[in-house]
């Protein structure tokens, strides 16, 4: 039993004339009949003996390329002819290939386009839309727009720590007094309260002992995360404000 290969090795006819047009780099517009028959047939015998699957539609095109081959090598009959004829002899027998090739070119570089087109969008996974408001924090309208980050508060504890290291008297009897950060915050919260809800952040800090700068400093960073105060500032370097949220208790 013989053992037989089929194979798409091209798409058509029209597809192994390209191929050979692209690999032998002929003017798809001046195609010489001789050279492109000849190796159209090649390909055609070799895939026979590959006992490859030949459609009927290649040896078509291959008896139109003898034809069209044949038409060129007649000697053209220039007597007793009238005008209709002479205008119909001196049309290019290629001229309908031409065309063809010419056409399924253009689709067959539009293909090609289309199939890069659905590889990149194979590349894009995409979901419905969900309902993301169950995860929407509430927004406070009256929060200003202001961009102030945790290194602008150091900055300004920077600066307070060198106030009050310039401030500090010549002798202190110093008291040790230790307080957690949760107390602290309780008492930044009143502090705010009772001052019509505005302290400027330099007056959050009368203690000029490190322990008591260092856990206030450390409360107003915990309110901030918690949206239980506002950090304003008018612009860069200016005095920093804590205020609380209007309607917060």
């Known amino acids: 039993m013989e053992y037989s290969v089929k194979i798409e090795a091209f798409e058509g006819p029209l597809d192994l004339l390209l191929h050979l047009i692209n690999r032998l780099e002929i003017d798809i517009y001046d195609i010489p009949m001789a050279e492109i028959t000849e190796q159209y047939l090649l390909y055609v015998h070799a895939m026979k003996v590959l006992e490859l699957d030949v459609a009927s539609e290649y040896l078509v095109m291959a008896a139109t390329l003898l034809a069209i081959k044949s038409r060129m090598l007649l000697p053209q009959q220039e007597e ?20 063809k090739l010419i056409e399924y070119k253009k689709y067959k570089e539009a293909a090609l386009e289309l199939k890069h087109l659905e590889e990149d969008r194979s590349q894009m996974f995409t979901k419905p839309p969900s309902d993301l408001t169950e995860y929407m924090k509430e927004i406070q309208p009256d929060k200003l727009d202001i961009d102030i980050s945790v290194y602008d508060m150091i900055g300004a504890l920077n600066k307070l720590l060198r106030r009050k290291k310039l ?6 009897k110093i008291t040790r007094q230790e307080i957690s950060i949760e107390k602290r915050m309780e008492e930044i919260i009143k502090e705010v309260t009772i001052s019509s809800g505005k302290r400027s952040f330099n007056s959050l800090f009368p203690f000029p002992n490190k322990d008591h700068i260092v856990v206030t400093f450390l409360a107003i960073l915990e309110l901030m995360k918690r949206n239980e105060i506002f950090v304003e500032q008018e612009g860069n370097f200016h005095e920093i404000f804590i205020s609380r949220p209007k309607g917060v208790n």
């Open 80 to 99: 007793e002819l009238s005008e209709d004829d002479f205008e119909y002899e001196e049309q290019d027998p290629r001229d309908d290939l031409v065309e």
């Open 167 to 172: 401030q500090k008297p010549l002798s202190t």
